[in-house]
């Protein structure tokens, strides 16, 4: 089953600092489309229609738009709808709308029930039927990644919760009437600086794989396999055995106060590696079928202009880090939303999944057996607007992506028996039927006899009478021979002699 890549958009309301001072740039003008507004300083080209294919704004100038809103050229595919220009009050006050389509559209007044019910429920009822699935919010630092996910610290509220804890509750109320036959597992690793840490081991432990030859678990430098059904997992990552939403919420708490997090100039709680949450299910149904599915929910850090961050030494690192991870992953998107424009076109772009290991996880979400939504995050604030209008064409590419969906069905043991079984089964009936044609054909060997013998007596039965034919012809010959000896003695005066050689032959 083809199934796109579900894109919403989620519009931050603005911080109280900004509030006052600017009027929102970005607009929310149904459930579907939003609006930015971007400066525009050359006006002498005409408008473009509202409905072209393509956005593309120029250079803004900088000093209209704060210290760093720039906004770089279109790679030229997404689903932005188009853009008009405007001039409002001056030169240097000329705008641009540029208007972008998504699946969903969130603005600043939605609330968390709304954007988990219209973005991951469906994924959950998916996901409990046998397929894989993937929920990613990307956006640049503090749009409200994690407050989007449910990976800030769990609020006392419900209504304030995030996807996370709502996601866990469906799917333990779905599947707990069975709990015998359903089996839950929980992992949660972070990829920082393109290290591979289990947020389930103490930071205590730290031991990584090549330092601990003997096993103690190791927490970080762990890696990436593929299973022979074509999913990556993290190899030797913890796996707690799970039965509740509340079982799941301790580990993933537990887990994410050992996650990386850092102050930055934009977020005092920044999130600075890609958190990865998986809930591995496998429930038995009758008869000797088994349904194994993984959800993924993925926190990334998020993307950030270094100059704007004002990060210094170990930060800009990090932030130097988390860009390139954000990169190739705009990269494979783009990769496959022109395979997807171009199926048929060889060669088919190059999917660099593996230039990153944030890719290489989660390459099954992006044009592999998963149905996957992306949440994009963005801020509504003026000075955000470069950023803004770059994560919406991130996202409207993602919208092209296409995966292909499966229901994940593993044979159980008691499946591969019943197999086992009917394969001896009809190798015997095999064997069973070659001894029966065997001793067919010994009995008819056996029943032939007779006509072998029938055929023995008439071939004597025929040299008894050449045989005789024989003595015959040797008889007249013998006779002929005394005729002509006593004709012989008569005629010499002499008595015959006896005829030996017919005496002999009697
Ligand atoms: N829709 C929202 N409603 C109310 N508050 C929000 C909303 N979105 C974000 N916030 C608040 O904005 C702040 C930053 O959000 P958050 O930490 O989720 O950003 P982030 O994108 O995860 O940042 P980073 O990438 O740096 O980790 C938090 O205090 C959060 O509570």
């Not at 071939?459 to 012989?488: E, H, I, P, V, W």
Request: net charge positive.
């Amino acid at each position: 089953m083809n199934s796109r890549v579900h894109v919403a958009v989620r519009v931050r309301p603005p911080k109280s600092s900004a509030a006052d001072t600017d009027p929102p740039v970005v607009h929310c003008h149904d459930r579907s489309r939003v609006a930015v507004t971007v400066p525009s300083p050359v006006m002498s080209s005409p408008p473009s229609s509202a409905n072209s294919s393509l956005a593309r704004p120029r250079t803004p100038p900088v000093s209209a738009w704060g210290s760093d809103a720039s906004l770089s050229p279109s790679p030229g595919v997404g689903s932005a709808l188009g853009s008009t220009n405007s001039l409002a009050g001056s030169a240097a006050m000329a705008t641009q709308t540029l208007e972008f389509e998504f699946d969903t559209v969130f603005g600043p007044d939605a609330v968390q029930n709304d954007v988990y019910e219209q973005t991951v429920a469906p994924l959950v009822d998916a996901f409990t039927n046998g397929f894989n699935a993937t929920v990613f919010a990307y956006g640049q630092t503090a749009s409200g990644k994690s407050y989007t996910m449910g990976t800030a610290t769990l609020p006392r509220e419900v209504e304030q919760q995030g996807i996370i804890p709502r996601a866990l509750r469906a799917i333990f109320d779905t599947v707990s009437d069975d709990a015998m036959a359903v089996k839950a597992k929980l992992s949660l690793v972070e990829i920082y600086n393109e290290d591979i840490i289990d947020l389930l081991v103490p930071p205590s432990t730290t031991t990584s794989p090549s330092s601990s030859p003997g096993g103690s678990a190791a927490r970080s430098g762990l890696t990436l396999r593929e299973d022979p059904s074509g999913n990556v997992f993290v190899l030797g990552a913890t796996e707690r055995t799970v039965t509740s939403a509340a079982e799941c919420l301790a580990f993933l708490h537990q887990g994410l106060a050992n996650r990386t997090t850092g102050a930055t100039s934009m977020n005092p709680h920044s999130s600075r590696s890609h958190a990865i949450l998986t809930l591995a299910l496998t429930q038995h149904r009758a008869p000797h079928t088994t349904l194994a599915s993984k959800f993924h929910f993925v926190d990334l850090a998020g993307s950030e202009r270094l100059k704007r961050s004002r990060a210094e030494g170990g930060r800009r690192r990090e932030g130097i880090a988390i860009n390139q991870g954000l990169l190739v992953l705009g990269q494979v998107i783009s990769a496959l939303a022109a395979r997807a424009a171009n199926p048929t076109s060889s060669p088919q772009p190059h999917v660099p999944y593996r230039d990153a290991k944030l890719c290489r996880l989660l390459q099954p979400a992006l044009g592999g057996n998963s149905r996957t939504v992306m949440v994009a995050c963005v801020s509504g604030d003026k000075a955000d607007v470069g950023e803004t209008v770059n994560a919406l064409r991130y996202a409207s590419r993602a919208r092209a992506i296409k995966n292909k969906c499966c229901v994940n069905v593993q044979a159980s043991a008691g499946a591969v028996d019943e197999a086992r079984v009917a394969q001896l089964v009809s190798e015997n009936e095999r064997l069973r039927a070659l001894i029966a044609a065997m001793q067919a054909e010994r009995a008819l060997a056996v029943e032939n006899v007779p006509v072998v013998e029938v055929n023995t007596q008439e071939r004597d039965a025929q040299r008894r009478q050449d045989l005789n034919a024989f003595y015959a012809q040797c008889t007249a010959l013998m006779g002929r021979t005394a005729a002509l000896r006593s004709k012989l003695c008569a005629m010499s005066g002499g008595e015959a002699r006896p005829a030996l050689a017919q005496t002999a032959w009697a």
